[in-house]
């Protein structure tokens, strides 16, 4: 009979530490994807751009490729911009239910790179780089596109 409760005890104390591991988990987890996804709620008080990189939970090779060369070339393009906050670069995972508004927003069909420009804490205009997909094999030509897009709306900002 004590050693019923003793395995009894040892696996009420595991279930209650695995949920307590699991809350701190997804707790930290929420916290992550908050700081790495600001959306139009936390938009620039002055002018400034953002480049979104839209993609879902599961991503293709292509998926993060996409998101590590829009990256890329915007970091190699734009340093300055970056570092004094008049530009900023998000990856937002819009499978996420507080980041699912952006499907609607923006005319999502999929992982899109979507340049948005602010002025005064307010979205003024923004654009869609479909041509990310066509390019994604080409560096040569898929930096250059990104790099344009992303200045057009610079000088505006």
Not at 13 to 20: C, K, L, N, R
Not at 60 to 66: A, D, F, H, L, N
Not at 126 to 149: A, C, H, I, R
């Amino acid at each position: 009979m004590n050693g019923k409760k003793l395995v009894t005890g040892f696996l009420l104390v595991f279930v209650m530490a695995s949920i307590g591991f699991l809350l701190v988990k997804e707790s930290r987890r929420g916290a992550q994807v908050a700081a790495r996804t600001s959306g139009p709620a936390v938009a620039m008080s002055g002018p400034g751009v953002v480049a979104y990189y839209f993609h879902g939970r599961v991503r293709c090779t292509s998926c993060v490729r996409i998101g590590n060369l829009s990256g890329k070339a915007i970091r190699e393009r734009f340093p300055e911009e970056l570092r004094k906050g008049l530009l900023a670069f998000r990856e937002v995972n819009i499978d996420e239910p507080e980041n699912r508004h952006f499907i609607d927003d923006y005319g999502l069909s999929g992982q899109s790179l979507v340049i948005v420009e602010y002025r005064n804490g307010r979205q003024v205009r923004w654009m869609n780089l479909e041509k990310v997909w066509t390019l994604l094999d080409s560096e040569k030509e898929f930096f250059p596109y990104v790099q344009e897009g992303v200045s057009s709306y610079m000088s505006g900002a």
